[in-house]
């Protein structure tokens, strides 16, 4: 069955510190890849996207992702966290070469920031 | 551009009874798609409209249904609420050519007692 994987439901980092956030899938192919951002009574923000090529991409607010094909991880990391970075974070995949924008989510990870 | 709206933001409805939610997407966007967002569940795909045709359909009962309009704004209807229904409800919207950058509207926080 398609699924994602958010292992983590909640991290807490110090203000300065880096994060990564982890996001394992199972799928039948490579999948379109996501990450959103949801603040407190906020919908979700994109903060980046991989579809092909290069596996390092860089998202809005400095974050940035890798793909990992042989662990079917797509992980996001932040060098440096600031507090308004505290948020809950969904990675989401969809399918390729199909009509339309159907995504399966992970149940996210909570991020909480100290200072 | 403005984005996704979404209205109402808050509802209270009792069970039995039905509901319809309303997303006017960004200007230009012929695509929207509905999820379902609670804390067991987390974010589920309810359906996708595109062109006032629905595209794709999540796994929900026949009480959940949508339309979309020739003005691309779209409506979830709930009919025969149950307790479960309960959650917060998520549109988004996406250019036509790129199905998979996808703008989420707030959301409408449904309250089912």
């Known amino acids: 069955a398609q699924s994602v994987t958010q292992p983590d439901i909640h991290i807490t980092v110090s203000e300065g510190a880096s994060l990564e956030l982890r996001c394992n899938y199972s799928?039948?192919?490579?999948?379109?890849l996501f990450w959103y951002v949801q603040s407190p009574g906020q919908g979700l923000q994109l903060l980046l996207k991989?579809?092909?090529?290069?596996?390092l991409v860089q998202g809005i607010k400095g974050f940035e992702a890798e793909f990992k094909r042989s662990q079917s991880s797509f992980n996001l990391r932040k060098p440096s966290v600031h507090w308004s970075d505290a948020a809950e974070y969904f990675c989401?995949?969809?399918?390729?070469?199909?009509?339309?924008?159907?995504?399966?989510f992970g149940k996210g990870t909570t991020l909480s920031v100290s200072s | 551009k403005a984005g996704v709206t979404q209205t109402p933001r808050y509802l209270i409805k009792t069970r039995g009874q039905q509901v319809t939610l309303s997303c006017s997407p960004i200007?230009?966007?012929?695509?929207v798609s509905w999820y379902q967002q609670t804390p067991g569940q987390g974010l589920q795909f309810l359906f996708e409209?595109?062109?006032?045709?629905?595209?794709n359909k999540g796994n929900f009962p026949g009480r959940f249904s949508g339309r979309q309009f020739s003005n691309s704004r779209s409506e979830m209807n709930v009919s025969t609420l149950e307790l479960g229904d309960s959650a917060l409800y998520l549109c988004?919207?996406?250019?036509?050519?790129?199905?998979?950058?996808?703008?989420f509207g707030p959301g409408t926080r449904l309250t089912v007692t």
């Open positions: 988004a919207s996406s250019p036509k050519d790129l199905a998979y950058e996808q703008y």
């Open positions: 799928y039948g192919a490579t999948p379109y």
């Open positions: 991989y579809f092909s090529g290069d596996t």
């Open positions: 989401a995949v969809g399918p390729r070469n199909q009509a339309g924008t159907a995504l399966i």
């Open positions: 200007s230009g966007h012929r695509s």
């Open positions: 409209y595109f062109s006032e045709t629905q595209r």
